[in-house]
């Protein structure tokens, strides 16, 4: 395999790594309650999750 003839400077290093940057998550509305929730991922605020009770726990405590 080929090699680099001279090492990558430390700007060009940077230049290629300027764009590995985070994405940011998109947010849905909980069916139930409104609060905002993460795409598949059971709501926080009351336990449901595509219109079951899944976390009865966070149920109980919310009452």
């Known amino acids: 395999m080929a090699q680099p003839k001279k090492k990558t400077s430390h700007q060009k290093q940077h230049q290629r790594r300027a764009h590995w940057k985070a994405a940011q998550f998109s947010?849905?509305?909980c069916t139930n309650c409104g609060a905002n929730v993460r795409p598949h991922t059971v709501c926080g605020v009351c336990g449901f999750y595509r219109?079951?009770?899944i976390s009865r726990k966070t149920q109980a405590s919310a009452q």
Do not use: M, S
Request: no cysteine.
């Open 27 to 29: 947010v849905g509305n």
């Open 51 to 53: 219109g079951r009770v």
